[in-house]
């Protein structure tokens, strides 16, 4: 019989979840049940470097809003790559300017509350639907600084002259 190992118990961290008192917890179903391959005005809600099968990765909690004024959560991982200027990982870090000096640690955290416009798009692995962020560009001057969290009626009347001179 082989020996039996002993498993030591797993420490209790010191801060505990906030404990919801006399509220209901509910759950709403989405609109949308992901998002069509489209560009969208992003926040980054949350940020963390995560453990996936022993290699480190960034999860990236957004909040992202479409042209209708819906407003969606959603969490994305990306695979660190500080080489090539092409991937999703480099562009995030470049125009948020949270990318870190050679030879330092990312500070996560400062990637909290930045906008950026993501390029989303849909891909079905092994019969599952995963959205992945296909390209990170700056947002452009007359969408920043908006809080997507707000519902904005935008009225626009273009006068467009088809005359010729």
């Known amino acids: 019989m082989p020996p039996i190992k002993r498993i030591q118990p797993v420490q209790k961290t010191l801060e505990q979840p906030p404990k919801i008192v006399n509220q209901s917890l509910s759950l709403v179903r989405p609109v949308q049940d992901y998002l069509k391959d489209d560009r969208y005005l992003s926040e980054i809600a949350d940020a963390q470097v995560v453990e996936i099968n022993g290699k480190p990765m960034l999860r990236l ?16 991982l990306l695979k660190p790559d500080f ?20 030879g330092k640690a990312l500070a996560v955290d400062s990637l909290i509350g930045q906008q950026v416009m993501l390029s989303l798009k ?23 600084d908006v809080d997507v969290d707000v519902d904005v009626d935008v009225n626009v009347d273009v006068n467009v002259d088809d005359s010729e001179d």
Do not use: W
Not at 86 to 99: A, N, P, V
Not at 130 to 137: F, H
């Open 83 to 102: 080489r090539h200027q092409s991937t999703s990982f480099y562009k995030l870090l470049e125009i948020t300017g949270c990318m870190p000096d050679r």
């Open 122 to 144: 849909t891909v079905t692995k092994n019969g599952n639907i995963y959205t992945n962020i296909d390209d990170v560009e700056p947002v452009p001057d007359e969408e920043g």
């Open 61 to 76: 909690g957004t909040k992202i809003a479409d042209e209708d004024g819906y407003e969606q959560a959603e969490t994305f």
